[in-house]
DNA sequence: GTAACTGTAACTATCTTAGTGACAATTAGG
DNA sequence: CCTAATTGTCACTAAGATAGTTACAGTTAC
């Protein structure tokens, strides 16, 4: 598996932005929120933001926040942008053509592959931002967004 | 995501176990069907052996040859041999208790997780080693067996 | 006895990732 | 205009995972 978290990192700063609503969060302010490096942050609001997901503005008073709506934000979109595409890594090198077998693990593999991960990928596509944020704020049991 | 291609090589040899039928393969033979290096091979066939799947035999004349029938051995069996266990990485430092957000991020973020990874496991618990092999054989277009 | 195997240890090269410091550019507000 | 706050981005490091490789002792068939 993609050994990386930067997908569990884009959905929890995407609902931390949800959660504050409007009010623009610095990439301090999240990054202490997430336990990580301002700069991550910043790395990946970058990616956000080139897919029109979040606003950020430089200078004093700046800040991220949500250019859509928490319920028009799918993880899967999410899950995507963070560069995850294949679930499944294939041979690091193809396989032997002289061998029934190498000629064609690889198309019955794919096969295979994708449709396990579009059933993976359908879960994502059916959640969004604003279940997220709506979990959370079940779990806290008070409608108040105090969230620092 | 699993960034290895352990899985893939797994079912590669396992699908070549089942289309020889029998015959002991050696982890050399597997090795270039596979285009790696028999080491790789053999320490994917230990694992394998020691679930009970294939059974190994040292010395002249040795080699793997399957100890399940093909129809019994689940590609979700043979993915979590091989090590994949969370499809999603969770934050590499736990996040900060004193925010909303970072207080329950994990534990909505888990349920979220495992309904895609079941979702996902789901489709290989359906598809077995004999389902592989036929449909390499069938794209070979022959009945015969000459793997190599 | 010899040749053909496996199992396994040890090592290397490569890649990916998260984290970090540094600094120019931008902005708000006095 | 000056200052403080903030982003974007580069360059680097440390750590970990992976595949590949060599080597070699142990096992087996003939």
Redesign the interface.
Known sequence: ?????R???A??AL??LA?VRGKPATSDYIA?????NPVVIRRILGVLGKAGLVETHPGAGGGSELAKKPSDIS?LEVYRLMG?V???????????E????????Q???S??FS???Q??????DG?TIED?EL???E??ESGL????
């Open positions: 598996m993609t050994k990386n978290s997908f569990t990192v959905v929890h609902a931390l959660i202490r929120s997430v336990n990580t993880l995850n294949d679930l499944f890594p294939m041979h690091t090198q193809p396989p032997s002289d061998c029934v077998c190498g000629r064609h693990i198309t019955v593999l096969g295979v449709e396990a991960q059933a993976m990928e359908h879960v994502l959640l997220i979990q959370i704020e779990l806290e967004c105090e969230p620092c």
